[in-house]
T-cell receptor, first 114, second 113 residues
């Protein structure tokens, strides 16, 4: 089975623009979580979705939003991009999103803001 | 909010030496997970600890969860060059923090042959 897939792999944007990142979970996984990883730090939780409902939200501004589709894929949207949004954005899936399940990560989208 | 701290930030060892990384949470955890991220790669799940005082082993890797469920450690015996990478602990606080897995900043391990 394919793992978690994310697109695009790399993206360059300028300040003030918006971006949409996409994620397809492992087949059979109904929960998707999004993380931001700044160079030299651990992944920071942004959102978790399960069955198209937001189940958890980290300490990120309202410029960050996400949604999950009926096929369990997900999009992360970031508006009014700032230089500080430059990071690796990771998507992770799990069967139900329960806390006792491992997160399966994709390779991420490297976002650079100029 | 919940914080998870890891030490050391970096560890350089000669192949064959042992390695330990420590993880401390500001709050009691319902469980803790460990991940490994190779350079240029994504985090890969290693193991989960749930019970107070739990110890689990995977070949040369030994994972411990503290009695108070606020700290954890990963010990690698006789490191190999394949052990190179960043090791992260990540904890769930439970309760209203549903879905929120909090990662430590990681320990970067380099192994010299």
């Amino acid at each position: 089975d394919a793992g978690v897939t994310q697109s695009p792999t790399h993206l360059i944007k300028t300040r003030g623009q918006h971006v949409t990142l996409r994620c397809s979970p492992i087949s059979g996984h109904k929960s998707v979580s999004w993380y931001q990883q700044v160079l030299g730090q651990g992944p920071q939780f942004i959102f978790q979705y399960y069955e198209k409902e937001e189940r958890g939200r980290g300490n990120f501004p309202d410029r960050f939003s996400a949604r999950q589709f009926p096929n369990y894929s997900s999009e992360l949207n970031v508006n009014a991009l700032l230089l500080g949004d430059s990071a690796l954005y990771l998507c992770a899936s799990s069967r139900t999103g329960a806390s006792n399940q491992p997160q399966h990560f994709g390779d991420g989208t490297r976002l650079s803001i100029l | 909010g919940q914080q998870v701290m890891q030490i050391p930030q970096y560890q350089h060892v000669q192949e064959g030496e042992d390695f330990t990384t420590y993880c401390n949470s500001s709050t009691t955890l319902s469980n803790i997970q460990w991940y490994k991220q190779r350079p240029g790669g994504h985090p890969v799940f290693l193991i989960q600890l749930v019970k107070s005082g739990e110890v689990k082993k995977q070949k040369r890797l030994t994972f411990q969860f503290g009695e108070a469920k606020k700290n954890s450690s990963l010990h690698i015996t006789a490191t190999q060059t394949t052990d190179v990478g960043t090791y992260f602990c990540a904890g769930y606080a439970g309760g209203t923090s549903y879905g929120k897995l909090t990662f430590g900043q990681g320990t970067i391990l380099t192994v010299h042959p």
